[in-house]
Structures are given as C-alpha cells and as structure tokens.
C-alpha cells in the first residue's frame, strides 16, 4: 500500500493568500479547534516522545491572525519550553496546513485557564510531570485542602479490561476494598501506553470518591526528584517530607527512571518504609519489573516484590476493538464497523497507539465532512498491510504455532491426529490463509496434507471456534503477535 503524507488531509482548511492585503480576516475564519487538533497531529508524526505531546496536550491555540499564531500555556517554564525548543515546529505545521508562515507568540494564563478547550482526551496517555497542568483531585484532611495531582478523568469506568489487563483490575479492586492490607505494595509493569497511570490513578479516584477524607498522592519519579532537590535548596526537607509520608496512598510513576539517582534511592526507601509500616497503601508503576531496573538496591529491589508484582501486556484484538468502542462513546463519535475492525487489527502497538490512531481518523473525518474509504485510512495511519504481509514467511507462522501450543513442525506436517496435534494444525493451516492469502492447495502442501478440502474444513472450525470462545481466541491472537510485528 502506497503511504501519503498526513498533509494530504488538510486541503479542506482554507488557505489565505499571504500576498492578500484582506489575509489577515481570512486568517480568522480558520477554526482554531481543527487547526490546533492538526498542528498537534502533525507534531506526532514528527515525534514519538511522549513528554511532548503531555505538554502540548495543556495548550491551546487562542488566535491566528494579523501574521501571528498565539498559544497560551500555563506557566513561565512553558512557555519557554516552547519557545526554545518547538516555536519553530509549531510555525513549520502551520505554515503547511494553512500556507501561512507566522509569528509564534507564546502568552501565560492561570493553570486554570489555560485547560484544553476542544482536545480530545486520551484516557490511556500518561500524565506530564507537571501534574498541575491538567484537571487535578482534591482531598481534604483537618480542614486543608491538598492537590493528589489525580486526573478525575482516570476512572475503572472507562478502563477497558481485556485479558491483557484482567488480573491487575481483580487486584485494583482489591484493593479499592482494603487500602494498605491486600496487596501492598502493587508493582505494575510493561510497555509504555498499556494504562498502567491510567489504572492507578483510578483506584486512586475510586476511593477518594467513596471517602474524600482519604489522602492519595501520585507522583512521577522525576518531580518526586526535582520536589527533592528543591527542598534540599530551600531548606525545606521537613515539608518535602511530610508531603509524601502524611499520606493514606502513594502513587509513583515511571519508576524505571530511579535507576541513576542514589539521593532519590535513600529518600524513596525512607519514603517506603514510613508509610509501609504504618499500612499505608503503595503502588508502583514502571515499564520495566523491579529485576530489570539498572542500579536498583537490594533492599528496594526486595521492598518492590514483597507485595504484588504483575506485568500489563499489549492488548489483543477483541481488547483493541473494544478500547476502540469504548473511546467513540466517550467521544461521542462514529466509525464504522470495517473501519473500527480495520484499526484494531492493524494497530498492534499500545494503547495509546490506538487511540492516537482513532483520534485521526475522526478529527480527519471532521475536517473532511465525510466518511473515508478503507484505502485512505490506511494511507492516512501510515499502513502497509500488504508490505506486512509480504515480509511474513511460511515458517514464521509455523514457528509461532509449535511455540505457542509446544509441537513441533514434524508434528504439524506428520500424520498423528491426537485432538491436540490436530487442533494446532488447524491454528496453522487457518493463519497460512488468514494472514498470508495463500491457495487452499499450497497451504495443503505446507502442512502435507493431500486434500485442499481439509485446509478449508480447518480454516472454516478455527474461525468459528474464535468466534465462539474467548480463550481459544485470545490464544491464536498470541501466536499471530509473534509474526505480526
């Protein structure tokens, strides 16, 4: 499939004539929302770093007119942030969605103001380490009222739970049940974008909702750090303390990070042992598991696994259809059932991934005023199917196969018909044709079978058993992620 850049999408936005003395008042018909959502699609494009988009996600895009774009964002440190490093992306993106090259100016409004007005929410992406950017929960305790620095938007709710995730709900829930004594500390870890944030901010919110007296406090371990070094500067330790060990719940992200800080190390273990002893509940997320974390001690290594450790997976097909659902009745919004199976079938990465890839394609669709063919969309995510079909071989399949139901290749082209043997050369011969198009007679040879019929027999009782039970298909979604990278 031949890819096309994103830019292909934006002719709908009308593009003033610069040469135009009327420019400026066209500038001013653009649609700021559409506008913003773009410039912002396009960065992504341009960048996988996941601490861009969390600070772009807290600006917006107050004017475009007279030769000038104007962003506002929170704080000073932003606003330099963007000035000094992104000034000159921002005006690139623009200037190929509207034709117009502008000023960037970079404006500071009340971290209250200067929320979101029109960006969609994507409940799976981390929160920025300035936490105090986006929407944040509040506790009280002796009249006085404290940031936990949750996002009320993480609920159970709107957490889709798949196999993938299912038994780190079981425990979240658990422990919504009894903070401090079940399962503490919970360590969750796995690749970015799986919602392990969006999980434990959402016990988090769960309690607090049920007993607003109830103390959190979440924190990445890079503000964790730089909160630390504040206070040894200010001389304000006893503070930075209290902030973290006057708690009910402590919530630490992006734990991995730890790994070259030995001052955060004694602080965090100090920290820990405070509130483990006092049955204050503690959870930990990371993209790595506590053995893979470089320079961890001993003694926290030790701490970390003395609760529950469990390790959130990529979703499955039927979990990214269902995120796919789930994310268009939170916006309110439409695909079709092809377009929806299309996506989750062919965005195979995180969470985040998926949503950013459903994000798109709606905000596309807006702008276009019409529903996109198939063919489109997939120029659009920058897919290749066809070139990914064409990279996968005969064997790596059969590879997948004898790994996930431990056979071997003898076994599958052998003649025993034990139900397991036969079963799994089934899941063979059905992958052979699902993802490889192959002729019934080829695959027939593959597998040394004589009859073209059997290949079709198994194509048809593997395609029935995935849609009748669950497990089964969460197993042949196994074996294909081994192939499908």
């Known amino acids: 499939m031949q890819k096309i850049d994103y830019t292909g999408y934006i002719e709908n936005i009308h593009k003033p004539d610069p040469s135009n003395t009327s420019s400026s008042q066209k500038q001013s018909t653009i649609d700021l929302a559409n506008l913003w959502k773009l410039v912002k699609e396009h960065l992504r494009l341009k960048s996988d770093d996941k601490r861009l988009f969390a600070w772009f996600k807290t600006a917006n895009l107050e004017k475009f ?79 006085n009222t404290r940031s936990s620095h949750l996002n009320p938007r993480y609920t159970l709710q709107n957490f889709v739970i798949g196999s993938n995730n299912q038994i780190a709900v079981a425990v979240a829930k658990n422990i919504i049940k009894t903070p401090g004594h079940a399962y503490n500390p919970l360590f969750v870890y796995g690749p970015s974008g799986v919602g392990k944030t969006h999980l434990m901010q959402a016990i988090g919110n769960e309690i607090m909702k049920h007993d607003p007296k109830f103390v959190v406090t979440y924190v990445e371990i890079e503000t964790f750090m730089n909160e630390m070094i504040e206070s040894i500067r200010k001389q304000s330790t006893d503070e930075f303390r209290k902030k973290y060990r006057d708690t009910d719940m402590l919530l630490i992200d992006d734990i991995q990070f730890i790994s070259s800080k030995e001052k955060t190390k004694e602080e965090l273990f100090n920290t820990f042992n405070t509130l483990y002893q006092k049955n204050k509940q503690i959870i930990i997320a990371s993209d790595k598991s506590p053995q893979e974390i470089e320079n961890l001690p001993d003694r926290l290594k030790t701490r970390f696994m003395g609760g529950m450790v469990i390790d959130m997976h990529l979703p499955d097909y039927e979990t990214r259809l269902a995120i796919i659902k789930q994310r268009l009745r939170d916006k309110k919004a439409h695909l079709s059932t092809e377009v929806q199976e299309y996506i989750a079938k062919n965005i195979e990465g995180s969470v985040r991934e998926l949503e950013g890839a459903v994000n798109k394609v709606i905000s596309t669709q807006e702008i276009l005023g019409k529903q996109m063919p198939i063919d489109d969309i997939g120029k659009l995510l920058h897919l290749d199917v066809d070139s990914k079909r064409k990279r996968i071989s005969p064997d790596q399949i059969m590879d997948a196969v004898c790994q996930t139901f431990d056979i071997t290749k003898a076994e599958i082209k052998g003649k025993r018909r034990t139900a397991y043997i036969a079963a799994s050369r089934q899941v063979a011969m059905y992958l052979l044709r699902k993802d490889l198009e192959y002729p019934l007679e080829k695959i027939a040879h593959l597998v040394n079978r004589k009859d073209h019929t059997t290949v079709l027999h198994a194509y048809e009782k593997i395609e029935s058993l995935i849609n009748e039970d669950k497990d089964f298909a969460a197993k042949v979604e196994n074996v294909r992620s081994k192939y499908m990278l």
Do not use: C
């Open 65 to 143: 007119q007279n030769g000038k774009a104007t962003i506002s964002v929170a704080n000073s440190y932003h606003k330099e942030w963007i000035e000094t490093l992104h000034a000159d992306m921002i005006k690139d993106s623009i200037m190929q969605i509207t034709g117009i090259s502008p000023e960037i100016v970079v404006d500071i409004k009340s971290a209250l103001t200067a929320r979101p007005k029109y960006e969609y929410h994507n409940p799976s992406e981390d929160s920025p380490s300035q936490t105090s950017f986006d929407d944040i929960a509040t506790t009280t305790r002796g009249g």
